[in-house]
């Protein structure tokens, strides 16, 4: 691998660092345009280490004004300053010695967003992965503990609130209208972690008594007025705090837990230890300007980042290499409390579709890397759905591999055992091994073999005896990693005629079968079950229970079966799932047939009309794949227009053949005025959307959608309905009418403007490129913010193949040009965003052509960031 402007970081060049950092002193003097820091560091050379080391400390883009050990200035000669380091020669190497460092930053300027800025008038940090070096001279690595105390001092009219990590201290008032206020935390933490907020912030204030009896404050601080729309995330924190005590007996361990919004940010949250950090739309909600995917969204990120509190705080990573020890471990944790809050099928089909859209790409495309990787050139290219969605499928794996006890018992050693620690997933997995005495050795292949594997099951039956043939293999992809066969833990029931489970014996010379799960470790093995009285249907790969392509050749009339019959929920989805992938696959190879397809809908209006059957999960059923899904099945050679026609052939005859009971369904789930976000009401309200669609394609007349537009009490229907509008009747006067008055209600809400921004991206449309570009002027339109970024640009590329990969390539080369100038901004975000160009080669010849003709023209560009260069190279490669 080669890189011209930084090197590959190594896995295997792993060496801790030479010296201890025992405490970390902070103060920080902010002012308008100014802002000034000075560190003192007490450190020591690692004791045990042989031989002189100099002090190397990481830097970037900030100005040094002073230097000082133990006191003594530092001569010129005695320091090398980079624009990446700072070098130290002759540091005391016996005990304990002082390094005082004052650096001069510009936060207004910080467009990266990375390190200390100012995002409406507010002063905010964000040091993950390597932020905190844009902040002061340190060694910014994760496996550097340290305590930390920080002191900030502002203008009390500027900045009331003084926020950093940990438990409050001394404040007081200064000459000038000044003022200051010292954190002080306890908890040893690496630098990521760390955080400093100032600003004139709102408050929603609560408290929470820990199981031990620890007397909490909870805080969310908000943006001028907007305290108020916090209340679903406090509450959602406090459901957090009770479920992490009783799931995992973790409890909250400082006096304080702090939360704040604030408008510009890169991604979703940051856990900094008892001040954590959000993007505004995963706190700010009410019914009015939020859907409920954007409540369940809160739900899950303030979830999230709070069990980071163990999971990524407590015990971190060694480097970034381990990111999915607490990324995918926290992602496993977040969905199992979704899981338990809602319902435990919807959100595991959620997870699994979602899986399977972002994931499955990214393992089968270029930008391919193992759920733990061994090497990287920009590590903020590696927040990937492979490491934080895989890397949750792998704990699950674990979990169902060793049974729920197993799995507590492995992390309750995992918590005592490393509580404190900077540790490896070879830790993690030991924890697990030990306490079950289980040998996971072939199980830990998952780390590091990249790609889905596929799962061929064959079955047969005669006089009683159904045999199954399962076989795995895995493709070397981008990523070249191996392809050794693992251990997949296959979930399956035999379900009767009546929809009732057999329990047939089970005998197979190459898997273990137990509990409902055969374990497949060879490349191939034989299951033998006898005594059957008749054929029974294979219910296979029940709850997705290992993250694999799945090859069935079972018959439709087998899965139509299941569609109606299997007792389990997430495969009753699956069966339907499957013979709508098998329809929209045909129909955009082939053209749509009623004829061929005509079975596949009755059994998806039939199961979306069965009452036996929760609503939020009959309108996963009724909802069809995406177009980039889509795309994905069909894998080569794509026509975006060819699989856009097969979706909406789909979608009309859905409404056309399910007329009847799909109004009736309708109706009869008619949404009343008094809203409640909880998972029963957000059940409803998206089936009764979900059909929204198929029948107004079948109707032909926006009617219906224009009517749920304009009446709609709450931004789910409302939205649900200007998107039947703008993706459907593009370009009618009913879908102009309600762009127009959605901007006008909407106009000073920017989280609700997003959505207006982002609909009209994702319009399916001949001219949605000029519209978009046109947008991209708009007064509302910002590129520096990152929601604006990704709610027009993001979106566009992410989500409107028809769009975005236009056949004389104008949409590509758009995107190429906006990412260019958004990298000069935000080098993260453009990064991001440019892996919407990852599926290039599936396309067919022409498209293809164009689209690496866009790429080419980004790699040609001088002084592109290192973050954009890294995502183009690989995905070009
Ligand atoms: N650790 C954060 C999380 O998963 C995500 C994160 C990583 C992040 N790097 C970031 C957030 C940079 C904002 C900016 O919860
Ligand atoms: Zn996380």
């Not at 609130?161 to 007081?172: A, K, T, V």
Request: negative net charge; hydrophobic residues 40%; glycine residues 8%.
């Amino acid at each position: 691998m080669r890189n011209e402007d930084g090197q590959t970081i190594r896995l295997e060049d792993y060496r801790p660092y030479d010296y201890l950092v025992h405490s970390v002193d902070l103060d920080f003097t902010l002012g308008d345009g100014e802002t000034t820091v000075r560190s003192r560091l007490i450190l020591e050379r690692r004791p045990g280490e042989e031989g002189y080391a100099d002090l190397v400390l990481d830097g970037d883009e900030i100005e040094m004004t002073s230097i000082a050990v133990d006191g003594a200035p530092l001569e010129a000669g005695l320091y090398e300053l980079t624009p990446e380091r700072l070098v130290i020669q002759a540091v005391p190497q016996e005990g304990r010695f002082t390094l005082e460092v004052v650096t001069r930053l510009e936060p207004e300027k910080n467009s990266k967003l990375m390190g200390l800025y100012r995002t409406k008038g507010v002063w905010c940090t964000q040091c993950e992965a390597e932020g905190f070096r844009r902040i002061t001279f340190f060694p910014d690595r994760p496996d550097v503990l340290s305590r930390y105390r920080v002191r900030v001092e502002a203008d009390r009219a500027a900045a009331p609130i003084l926020l950093s990590n940990g438990n409050p201290g001394e404040r007081g008032e200064l000459p000038g209208g000044r003022h200051f206020a010292v954190w002080d935390d306890p908890h040893p933490k690496p630098s990521y972690l760390f955080a400093l907020v100032a600003g004139d912030l709102d408050v929603l204030t609560d408290g929470f008594t820990t199981a031990g009896g620890r007397k909490v404050d909870l805080a969310i601080y908000t943006e001028k007025g907007l305290a108020g729309r916090a209340a679903y995330a406090m509450d959602a924190l406090k459901r957090s705090m009770v479920w992490d005590e009783k799931r995992f007996g973790r409890e909250y361990d400082l006096d304080i837990f702090n939360i704040v919004a604030v408008s510009d940010f890169n991604m979703g949250a940051m856990e900094n230890k008892g001040l954590n950090v959000f993007n505004h739309k995963y706190v700010l909600l009410d019914p009015q300007t939020a859907t409920d995917g954007d409540y369940a969204g809160v739900e899950t990120v303030i979830a999230h980042e709070y069990f980071h509190n163990w999971t990524g705080n407590r015990i971190t990573c060694r480097d970034w290499f381990q990111l999915c020890l607490k990324e995918g471990l926290t992602v496993y944790r977040d969905q199992e409390f979704s899981a338990d809050e809602r319902s435990r099928a919807v959100k595991r089909i959620a997870s699994v579709a979602s899986l399977r859209a972002h994931q499955f790409p990214e393992d089968q495309g270029p930008l391919q890397h193992p759920v733990r990787p061994t090497r990287y050139r920009e590590i903020n290219n590696f927040y990937t759905a492979t490491v934080y969605d895989k890397g949750a499928e792998l704990v699950r794996m674990i979990a169902t591999i060793l049974g729920e006890d197993g799995f507590r018992a492995g992390m309750d050693l995992y918590f005592e055992r490393h509580d404190g620690e900077a540790t490896t997933i070879e830790a993690f997995i030991a924890c697990f091994e030990e306490v079950t005495g289980t040998d996971l050795t072939q199980f830990a292949l998952w780390y590091s073999q990249a790609g889905t594997p596929t799962l061929t099951v064959r079955e047969s039956f005669e006089a009683g005896t159904l045999t199954l043939t399962l076989s795995q293999h895995l493709d070397g992809g981008a990523a070249q990693t191996g392809t050794a066969p693992m251990h997949l833990p296959v979930r399956f029931a035999l379900v009767g005629p009546d929809g009732a489970e057999i329990d047939a014996k089970a005998e197979s010379a190459e898997a273990r079968v137990a509990d409902g799960i055969i374990h497949l470790t060879t490349a191939e093995a034989t299951i033998v079950f006898t005594g059957l009285a008749q054929r029974p249907l294979l219910s296979i790969l029940r709850d997705f229970s290992a993250p694999v392509t799945l090859v069935h050749e079972q018959s439709a009339e087998d899965r139509a079966a299941l569609a109606r019959r299997d007792p389990n929920d997430y495969a009753r989805w699956a069966a339907v799932n499957g013979l709508v992938e098998t329809m929209l696959v045909g129909a955009a190879r082939e053209g749509f047939s009623e004829a061929r397809d005509g079975e596949t809908i009755d059994a998806l209006v039939e199961a979306a009309g069965d009452e036996n059957l929760e609503p939020a999960l009959r309108a996963l059923i009724a909802t069809l794949p995406g177009e980039v899904e889509i795309a994905r099945l069909v894998a080569k050679d794509v026509d975006p227009e060819a699989v856009h026609a097969a979706r909406i052939a789909a979608l009309t005859a859905i409404g056309r053949l399910g007329a009847g009971p799909l109004a009736a369904l309708r109706e009869s789930l008619a949404t009343d005025a008094d809203f409640s976000p909880d998972a029963a009401s957000a059940g409803q309200r998206a089936l009764r959307n979900a059909v929204l669609a198929p029948l107004s394609l079948a109707a032909g007349d926006p009617g219906a959608a224009a009517a749920q537009y304009a009446g709609a009490t709450n931004m789910t229907d409302r939205l649900a309905g200007l998107s039947v509008l703008v993706h459907h009747f593009a370009g009618s006067a009913a879908a102009e009418d309600a762009l127009a008055d959605f901007y006008g209600r909407f106009e000073t809400d920017d989280l609700v403007i997003d959505k207006w921004f982002a609909i009209q991206a994702t319009a399916p449309a001949a001219d949605t490129l000029e519209r978009v570009a046109a947008l991209q002027r708009h007064p509302a339109f910002r590129l520096a913010n990152p929601n604006r970024a990704r709610s027009l640009i993001g979106s566009f590329a992410a989500a409107n193949p028809l769009a975005f990969h236009r056949a004389d390539g104008r949409g590509q080369a758009f995107v190429a040009e906006q990412l260019v100038a958004l990298d000069r901004l935000n080098p993260q975000t453009a990064a991001r965003l440019a892996t919407s160009f990852r599926t290039w080669r599936s396309l067919e010849p022409i498209r293809r052509e164009n689209a690496r003709a866009a790429l080419a023209a980004m790699q040609d560009e001088k002084s592109l960031s290192k973050d954009l260069k890294d995502i183009v190279e690989r995905t070009l490669q």
